[in-house]
């Protein structure tokens, strides 16, 4: 069954520095999307990605976040200067049309900022 | 903020149907109800989506009443692998409009 794929599973970073999380999106899906949970808490959407421009971003997705499709399987989000409370796993998603039910999501990428 | 109202936690004997309820009565003519999980902190699980008609898969089914204000999920065998949070969410069917969690209902499964 195709998957999801995001690395590193697990990143530790300083304070300050700046981190790049990847995921690799099923290879016929259109949309792509990020989301985060920080530990005990809801899942929470950050952004949506279609035609090679942000559909729709949350309050949370800051001038620090950005997010690139530098090739055609890649998709990644960057986080700037990372903060302690940027402490999350953080989940990739990816759909074929759009419509709620096709979404797969990754294994996510714990990060942790330290 | 989310849309749906579920029980925060139930537990079911394994080898028995779980039965999930979700109150919705905001719920729109054009929005469908999704079921999505959580196993532990994997990626969530897309399970089942309906719009008014009672729907089955090879994972569950999912009982939409006939005002479309509440749903139920239903695992026919619950098995102790289907231990997880169960989200209810509310949302069109097409477009890029996000999912929106709510904290769901933290199913276990005892054996």
């Known amino acids: 069954e195709p998957e999801v794929t995001q690395t590193p599973s697990h990143q530790v970073t300083q304070m300050g520095q700046e981190v790049i999380l990847r995921c690799v999106p099923i290879?016929?899906?259109?949309?792509f999307y990020w989301y985060r949970q920080i530990l005990g808490q809801k899942v929470e959407f950050l952004v949506s990605?279609?035609?090679?421009?942000?559909?729709?971003k949350s309050e949370i997705f800051d001038d620090q976040f950005s997010v690139e499709r530098p090739d055609g399987s890649n998709f990644t989000l960057k986080i700037r200067s990372t903060k302690l409370e940027d402490s999350a796993m953080y989940f990739c998603?990816?759909?074929?049309?759009?419509?709620?039910?096709?979404?797969?999501f990754g294994s996510g990428t714990r990060l942790t900022v330290v | 903020d989310a849309k749906t109202t579920q029980p925060p936690s139930m537990d079911c004997a394994e080898g028995r149907a779980a039965n999930l309820p979700c109150n919705h009565s905001t719920i729109s003519g054009n929005e469908y109800v999704y079921w999505y999980r959580q196993i532990h902190s994997q990626g969530p699980q897309y399970i089942i989506h309906g719009l008014k008609n009672n729907e089955t898969n090879e994972m569950a089914s999912l009982i939409i009443t006939e005002d479309r204000k509440s749903s139920t999920l239903i695992l026919p065998h619950a098995t102790l692998r289907d231990t997880a949070v169960y989200y209810c969410i509310v949302r069109g069917y097409f477009g890029n409009e996000k999912l929106t969690f709510g904290t769901g209902t933290r199913l276990t499964i005892i054996p």
């Open positions: 290879s016929n899906h259109l949309y």
């Open positions: 990605f279609y035609n090679n421009e942000i559909s729709e």
């Open positions: 998603a990816s759909s074929e049309e759009g419509s709620g039910w096709g979404y797969t």
